[in-house]
């Protein structure tokens, strides 16, 4: 009892050190808010997370607190309650490190923006609001932070107002996350029905759970996490600055889909329908996403696909029913993931904006350290052994192996871990080695502890993270497997593959003729068609068919009849009454004469 008590303090405490920031200048106007202060707060929040992960690394222990109780209808209650369990306790400590590093890193690469203090205090709410996603028990507290990363990323994608590309790119991740939200609202909808509760661990029961709810929690993930058809907005975000972009793919937002559906997940065990749904869905996402990072040469895009194709990833292994293998995943993949983005920050820094690899080369003897980081990210990102990657990749595909389940999703995860080897190399190859391809009179300078402190300490993690969880932190151990060598060295020979594939790319691509154009090569390049045939396409014909509708209806039917069409047969009607009341009878005459007197007496009476 008092160990879970010191349990809640402590992340209650975490939690209210992150909060100083936010509500002390809230409070009073005399507090003094700076970039430092917010990164040295977040420095002593996660040092305050260690000690209640500490505490359950060695005794296991969980619990779930309730502080107040809302009734606002007789007999449904909503209590705010955190639920302190492994995957929050884990969670805090990861998140809380990588942001620090982040908001380090930002300090000198935003250091000439002039609301640099909001745009910290942006960052940390973005990570408030995921951490209260983490650790919410109760449903509506879930949604809360949800919609919290949902408007923080809106705010941090269209930082720069004067960039017409960064405002469309954030309300295109506004809309798309906007319709992955009605799903999780006919979720809640569906639990207040059906389990009259909200409470997270109230709603399991051992009874299959339908479909239509599952369906819903699987579509605000897809929107959430980018999985296959709602997946644009994700590199269209790469319009932010590159401090957002880390934190964003790291341990914020798109791992909160995936985080959604561990909270979720003995609903969705009870299913088989929707485990298959998320594992077809994740195996067709990472593919897609692997293909279009082929070829594009965008370097934060390419790392931007990355993540949506690790992302699918994460949905395979929910599909496989195994939600801790997925926690995992997102634990080692923040580390390298948030390197891979500041690394890339940096060069682009250095090169004055520059963002196209065509136009990079040989930055490893300009950029030592952050193109050292940056092959360290890639290998991680590829599964090399040994690496932060490789403890929970290699795990993923080797349960797929062992599983019976689809072949299919199988080969396309399989293909997708090839492609990713290909276009990590390609991406190192243009970036760091060949002929000098920049400009000349480009200031490059590194020497600064703001820049390499945060790149290599992300790469100590990239290189230790994997081992330290699996070896000390998660306390249960994945059981040892028996299967054929080919299966064991599935991923290892499939990554080979991919990198053979990427060298023998670059070789070829300085002795032929590139071919001619056509739709099929262009494929990756294009994204699959997906924009033109959603963005353009559709919005094409719906805007030509409401504008067809609107003007035969409105303007041909409505207007016309009633305007001069109209008129104009009332004026031909009454010409026609009166040819044919002057006949010349003294009968027609008397009648009219007659019928205008009754009119004007009744209008008088």
């Not at 349990?7 to 975490?14: A, D, M, V």
């Not at 195994?322 to 500041?342: E, V, Y």
């Not at 739709?519 to 068919?545: A, E, K, Q, V, W």
Request: aromatic content about 10%; charged content about 10%.
């Amino acid at each position: 009892m008092e160990l879970s008590l010191f349990l809640n303090t402590s992340i209650l405490l975490t939690l209210t050190i992150i909060l100083t920031p936010i509500l002390l200048p809230l409070m009073s106007k005399n507090f003094p808010n700076s970039p430092t202060i917010i990164t040295h707060t977040v420095k002593t929040a996660f040092l305050m997370s260690l000690v209640p992960m500490t505490l359950f690394m060695y005794s296991g222990s969980e619990s779930i607190v309730s502080h107040l109780v809302w009734k606002f209808i007789t007999n449904f209650k909503i209590l705010l309650s955190f639920k302190v369990d492994q995957y929050s306790l884990m969670f805090f400590p990861i998140a809380l490190f990588v942001t620090w590093f982040i908001l380090q890193f930002a300090t000198w690469y935003m250091n000439t923006e002039r609301y640099i203090t909001k745009f910290f205090s942006y960052l940390l709410t973005f990570l408030i609001a995921m951490l209260t996603l983490t650790v919410a028990n109760n449903m509506l507290l879930l949604f809360i932070g949800w919609e919290g990363v949902g408007i923080m990323s809106f705010l941090l994608i269209s930082l720069w107002p004067g960039r017409a590309e960064a405002n469309t790119a954030a309300l295109q991740a506004v809309l798309y996350n906007r319709i992955g939200d009605i799903g999780l609202i006919l979720s809640m909808a569906w639990l207040v029905s059906t389990m009259n509760t909200w409470e997270i661990q109230q709603t399991f029961s051992p009874t299959q759970t339908p479909t239509l709810p599952l369906l819903g929690v699987i579509l605000v993930t897809t929107g959430k996490s980018t999985q296959f058809g709602l997946h644009p907005w994700l590199s269209a975000a790469m319009e932010d600055p590159s401090p957002v972009s880390a934190l964003l793919h790291s341990s914020t937002m798109v791992v909160a889909a995936i985080f959604l559906l561990i909270r979720t997940h003995p609903l969705l065990t009870t299913n088989q329908t929707a485990l298959t749904l998320c594992l077809c869905l994740g195996a067709l996402s990472t593919l897609f996403a692997a293909t279009c990072a082929l070829t594009q040469n965008d370097i934060k895009k390419i790392i931007a696909f990355s993540t949506s194709s690790q992302l699918g990833l994460m949905m395979v292994t929910i599909g496989l029913n195994l939600p801790q293998l997925a926690f995992l995943h997102i634990s080692t993949h923040a580390f390298f993931k948030a390197m891979l983005f500041l690394c890339s920050g940096s060069i682009i820094h250095s090169l004055n904006g520059e963002q196209d690899i065509r136009k990079m080369g040989s930055l490893q003897k300009i950029l030592p350290t952050t193109t050292s980081c940056l092959t360290i990210g890639n290998l991680a990102l590829m599964g090399t052994p040994f690496l932060a990657g490789f403890y929970s990749k290699d795990l993923i595909i080797e349960n797929l192996n062992t599983s019976y389940l689809n072949t299919w999703a199988l080969l396309l995860t399989l293909l997708a871990t090839s492609f990713t080897a290909t276009y990590t190399l390609r991406m190192t190859l243009l970036v760091q080695t060949g002929f000098i391809r920049t400009p000349t009179i480009t200031p490059v300078n590194e020497n600064n502890q703001a820049v390499t402190a945060p790149i290599t300490r992300l790469a100590l993690g990239s290189i230790t993270a994997g081992l330290l969880i699996t070896s000390y932190i998660l306390p249960t151990k994945t059981p040892p497997m028996t299967m054929p060598m080919p299966t064991k060295t599935a991923a290892i020979i499939v990554t080979m593959l991919g990198i053979i594939l990427a060298l023998e790319l670059s070789n070829m691509t300085h002795m032929l003729t590139p071919p001619k154009q056509n739709n099929l090569l262009n494929f990756s390049s294009s994204l699959g068609y997906f924009n033109p045939l959603t963005h353009r396409l559709s919005s094409t014909n719906l805007f030509l068919s409401g504008q067809k509708i609107a003007s035969h209806l409105i303007d041909l039917s409505w207007y016309k009849k009633m305007g001069p069409e109209g008129l104009a047969d009332l004026q031909l009607m009454a010409t026609k009454t009166s040819i044919n009341l002057h006949t010349g009878l003294i009968k027609a005459y008397l009648e009219s004469f007659v019928l205008s007197a009754l009119i004007i007496i009744l209008s008088l009476y």
